[in-house]
């Protein structure tokens, strides 16, 4: 079958970096994207990579290695308004979105 | 603001009403989705409409109903609905090209169910 994972939930500080891990196993690869949701809002695109490396967009970066299946999101600086939830989403080769169940992250002061 | 709107945002039903929710994009797309979104879990594709036509339907019980009269408006119809329908229902929209890849999906904020 296929799967994503990611972490839950994670907690940092404000001014810190953190890197939010995902894992995928899917029938090929075409792309792997990040959206971030605020509570109650709606989910925004944030990266999207199909070459391995790591692509970065001011305090935001993502890292791809499609040999390991795996990516991470690096959020520098970070600020309270960076509290919410983190997902990941894979396209396989039927061009379909395969989902994390997404990462919660807390910003503490 | 994304250009997609849902209305409406909360809605609370019993199960044996029938409701339908809206979503409007002013984005000029082509295509339009219905997820299901759960606590904790991935999002689940419900149905897609790329040029009005349905185009995908992941297996949905039939108490849920698409309709795509056009390009910027999906509707999805609720009926005898379950205490485990209860969720938030996302509409989304994207530009589908002929031989590219899919793109960026842009998210309404979806419209929270709960069935008593």
């Known amino acids: 079958g296929q799967n994503i994972d990611q972490p839950t939930e994670m907690t940092a500080t404000e001014g810190a970096i953190v890197q939010i891990n995902c894992t995928y196993q899917?029938?090929?690869?075409?792309?792997l994207f990040w959206y971030q949701q605020h509570a109650g809002e709606a989910p925004t695109f944030l990266s999207y990579?199909?070459l391995d490396g790591l692509e970065e967009k001011g305090r935001f970066s993502s890292f791809l290695s499609r040999s390991k299946g795996y990516s991470y999101l690096l959020l520098k600086e970070l600020q309270m308004k960076d509290s919410a939830s983190y997902l990941c989403?894979?396209?396989?080769?039927?061009?379909?979105?395969?989902w994390g169940a997404g990462t919660k992250l807390i910003i503490k002061p | 603001e994304t250009g997609v709107t849902q209305t409406p945002r909360h809605l609370v039903m019993g199960m044996t009403n029938k409701k339908s929710l809206k979503c409007e994009q002013h984005?000029?797309?082509?295509?339009m989705y219905w997820y299901k979104q759960s606590a904790k879990k991935p999002l689940e594709l419900m149905f897609v409409?790329?040029?009005?036509?349905?185009?995908e339907n992941n297996s949905v019980p039939s108490r849920f109903s698409p309709e795509c009269p056009n390009s910027s408006h999906l509707f999805l119809h609720l009926h005898t609905l379950q205490p485990e329908d209860s969720a938030l229902y996302l509409c989304?929209?994207?530009?589908?090209?002929?031989?590219?890849?899919?793109?960026?999906?842009?998210f309404g904020e979806g419209s929270r169910l709960t069935v008593l």
């Open positions: 899917t029938s090929g690869f075409n792309g």
């Open positions: 409409y790329s040029l009005e036509e349905r185009v």
């Open positions: 984005l000029g797309h082509n295509a």
């Open positions: 989304a929209s994207s530009q589908e090209l002929p031989g590219v890849p899919p793109g960026e999906l842009f």
């Open positions: 989403a894979v396209l396989d080769s039927n061009y379909q979105l395969i």
């Open positions: 990579n199909v």
